[in-house]
């Protein structure tokens, strides 16, 4: 059925299709084509094109628009390419960190004074309470600050600073794990436990996957027969930015963090016996039994709560990460397999921030370089 004026019809096959003019050729109109599940969607997409068209013109036309301007229209432009939790991401910077600062700046007169006066600030009182924020934070601003710029200059607004955006200097981050002691007592005590936090936990220490993903987990995501674990979604509360509900975040269920991300791992044969113990519906998520998940910091704090009740001390979740990715590399795991298990798109990522040999084994290495003929 299609919507008389609109140029919006629904397909043979289900979906909703619009279209709309992108531009003139020899005075004829070029169509592109929008997708969608209900009308309401690709309507919402359509007018979110026709929009971004009209707000390029008036760029072109006119090099002197606000920064605060061009910031929206690069939202604009990455609602509709990116996910939703990496949108509300970007929002966040913008409004809370961008526009104070630079909203009212004409694009074309930001200079590289401007941006590391911009840089000092963040750095120095640019927190909530006016503390400094950490050299991480200001970066991932900068990066946004950097593609809002070069969104403009792509779309004809001289843009002279997008090379002469300089990354503070960060410090190499420490990442702690669990020492032998504490990890062995932990697995007894998740072993001898049936409950469905120390399940988790248990997972995420032979596994090393995001507690995200394991609030995502459902049973028909383990595949028994083969012994293995399917990661495909993730569970993460993000800001609503709908104006019209009174709630400042929501809990989405979507697609893990990265395309790599997405992926098989094999699992330990005591690890699937013991959850074969447990096992449950296949719609159900492991972590709750039902049909609904738990959220992240949910859990989190159950996690927390576990720790203390069996006196291991304070770690955060992601130590469990660490601690699996340091263990597999001492225990001989080649790097790629392990880069892969660990949901990594690259091999550098999994040695430069997970990977952290202890002085046993780098001590061990030094002493294969004894002279040949050594007493």
Request: charged fraction near 25%.
């Amino acid at each position: 059925m299609s919507r008389t004026g609109e140029n919006i019809f629904r397909r043979k096959d289900g979906r909703w299709e619009a279209r709309y003019i992108h531009h003139y050729e020899a005075g004829k109109a070029k169509y592109r084509y929008l997708y969608g599940a209900t009308y309401e969607e690709v309507k919402e997409k359509r007018d979110m094109e026709r929009a971004k068209l009209k707000q390029q013109e008036s760029l072109v036309t006119n090099d002197n628009e606000k920064f605060l301007y061009l910031a929206n229209l690069w939202l604009l432009d990455r609602k509709m390419n990116v996910k939703e939790s990496t949108y509300t991401r970007y929002h966040r910077i913008v409004s809370k960190y961008l526009a104070p600062q630079l909203g009212e700046c004409h694009v074309t007169k930001l200079d590289s004074k401007t941006v590391s006066d911009l840089t000092v600030f963040l750095l120095e009182k640019g927190g909530t309470l006016g503390e400094g924020l950490s050299p991480k934070t200001v970066t991932d601003i900068l990066c946004v600050l950097k593609a809002i710029l070069r969104y403009g200059y792509e779309n004809g607004v001289s843009c002279q600073v997008i090379g002469k955006i300089r990354y503070p200097q960060r410090k190499k981050r420490v990442v702690k794990t669990l020492e032998d002691e504490k990890r062995i007592k932990m697995e007894q005590c998740l072993l001898s436990s049936e409950d469905t936090v120390s399940l988790g936990i248990l997972l995420s220490l032979f596994t090393g996957i995001r507690i995200g993903e394991l609030c995502g987990l459902r049973w028909s995501d383990i595949d028994f027969a083969n012994s293995t674990l399917n990661i495909c979604r993730t569970v993460e509360r993000i800001a609503d930015l709908n104006p019209h509900t009174p709630n400042r975040t929501k809990v989405i269920i979507g697609e893990p963090k990265t395309e790599s991300s997405v992926r098989t791992i094999p699992l330990p044969a005591f690890l699937a016996k013991h959850l074969e113990k447990h096992r449950c519906s296949g719609d159900c998520y492991i972590l709750t039994g039902t049909t609904h998940p738990t959220e992240p910091h949910q859990y989190y704090v159950r996690y927390r709560k576990y720790l203390i009740k069996n006196a291991i001390g304070s770690y955060s979740f992601h130590t469990l990460r660490h601690t699996f990715a340091t263990r597999c590399v001492e225990m001989g795991f080649d790097t790629k397999s392990l880069s892969e298990i660990l949901g990594h798109s690259g091999i550098t990522t999994t040695l430069s921030v997970y990977v952290h040999p202890s002085m046993q084994q780098k001590r061990a290495q030094m002493e294969r370089l004894t002279p040949k003929n050594a007493v």
